[in-house]
């Protein structure tokens, strides 16, 4: 499985260094976790919290900022990953997962409040995103949300 990951800025120089490693190192991991063979294409926006927030309203209707938004293009079952279910690229015939939104300044922030710092924020807030995009959902306290959390776990090596 190739992992073609499309990057964007939205505000020059956003970000640390090593974020777009950091990325491809979680989705990578989460993508084979959950049995992804194919190759696959995903477009992951890094913004700041008034970007997320206007993405947010926009396209969720709520008004606040956030550390991640996932839209998925495809309807898939968690923990039941398809490749006959997805769209693909009509030209590379890659997997097109859908899109990531990131907020850098919620990962430097939370990633100091939790304790654990910036590198493992980013890399664990791909992993949660990149199960949205697989199907996985928390909308509630039931079952899905407890899958979620275990693959999350079980990908981030908890």
Do not use: W
């Not at 890659?94 to 409040?113: A, H, K, N, T, Y």
Request: hydrophobic share 35%; proline share 4%.
């Amino acid at each position: 499985m190739t992992l073609n990951l499309i990057l964007t800025r939205e505000v020059s120089g956003l970000g640390h260094p090593n974020t777009i490693s950091l990325v491809r190192k979680a989705a990578e991991s989460a993508l084979k976790a959950e049995g992804v063979a194919e190759d696959c294409i995903l477009s992951v926006l890094l913004t700041d919290d008034e970007g997320i927030r206007r993405i947010n309203r926009e396209f969720r209707g709520l008004d606040r900022p956030t550390d991640v938004l996932s839209f998925p293009m495809n309807d898939l079952i968690a923990g039941q990953f398809d490749p006959a279910q997805c769209e693909r690229d009509p030209e590379s015939g890659e997997i097109l997962l859908g899109d990531m939104v990131l907020s850098i300044p919620r990962c430097e922030e939370q990633g100091e409040e939790f304790g654990h710092g910036y590198n493992r924020e980013v890399q664990y807030l791909t992993v949660h995103s990149v199960l949205h995009l697989l199907g996985y959902d928390h909308v509630d306290e039931g079952p899905m949300k407890k899958q979620m959390r275990a693959r999350e776990k079980l990908i981030m090596g908890d």
